[in-house]
């Protein structure tokens, strides 16, 4: 299909990571939940963050912008995500906030400083490691970079319809967020997904990102997270309302009721 040429004064097509942003990312009540778990535990507020695939560090500004006193190491392979993350959304938020945010372009396996009281996987990034070698040796790198009193919480998803292909539509402001699930292999729990923006006027960003992971089951990622040294593993169940829509309130749980969708963040003690 030939591409339609923009006129002058006409908008250019809004950008991906913005889209995303506004979409997926609530970093805000994230930052809550993980204060609260961590306060349950140690006694105290968690200062040093790291966040692994940070992708635009998004998650670590907010970090920074919550006390004064917190900093944060912004682990990702992408230099141009990165960049994009430094100009937009670092130099945004005020030099002194910005000093206290590290972004370092490397594989998150092979940074094990400096050490944190709290590192983070969010939106099911570590999927990416499809061999269970691959996953035991990021977990050790994040073990080691965090203190004694340290703790992990990695965002995880599942249910009946995350091992079908299916898409899913959300409004979201002025553009629709779409979620689609290509593929599926039972015998690997390998998948494909993309996400699509639909923009005003009929304009659709298709594949606009898109993954390649293998699906995790939960007893997989605790036994995996005790073999590294970890001392215990918790999972913070995601409730939803009468309409089966997620509520953003996670709680602890042992034992829950498979759903068509949910999502979880389990956490490890070190």
Not at 163 to 180: G, K, L, Q, S, T
């Amino acid at each position: 299909m030939a591409r339609r040429e923009r006129r002058r004064g006409e908008p250019k097509t809004p950008d991906k990571h913005r889209l995303y942003q506004a979409s997926v990312q609530g970093p805000d009540g994230d930052i809550e939940l993980f204060d609260r778990i961590y306060r349950s535990h140690r006694g105290r507020a968690p200062l040093a963050l790291r966040e692994d695939f940070c992708g635009t560090a998004l998650f670590s500004r907010q970090w920074v912008l919550s006390r004064e006193d917190r900093t944060a190491v912004a682990i990702d392979l992408d230099s141009e995500t990165l960049e994009w993350g430094r100009r937009n959304n670092l130099q945004t938020a005020g030099e002194p906030a910005a000093r206290r945010v590290r972004l370092i372009e490397a594989d998150v396996r092979a940074v094990r400083r400096p050490k944190v009281d709290l590192a983070c996987a969010m939106n099911f990034s570590f999927c990416a490691f499809k061999e269970r070698t691959e996953l035991l040796e990021y977990l050790r790198a994040v073990h080691s970079a965090l203190r004694g009193d340290g703790l992990l919480a990695l965002e995880h998803y599942g249910g009946t319809e995350a091992v079908v292909a299916i898409e899913e539509r959300r409004e979201v402001d002025d553009f629709v967020y779409v979620w689609e699930q290509e593929s599926f292999n039972p015998i690997t729990h390998e998948t494909r997904c993309h996400i699509h923006f639909e923009l005003p006027g009929g304009e659709r960003l298709e594949r606009a990102f898109s993954y390649d992971w293998r699906l995790w089951t939960l007893p997989e990622l605790r036994d995996a997270m005790i073999e590294v040294g970890f001392a215990a593993v918790e999972v913070y169940w995601e409730r939803v309302d009468d309409e089966g829509e997620g509520t953003g309130e996670y709680e602890l749980t042992e034992a829950e009721e498979n759903q068509e969708g949910w999502l979880v963040y389990v956490v490890g003690l070190k």
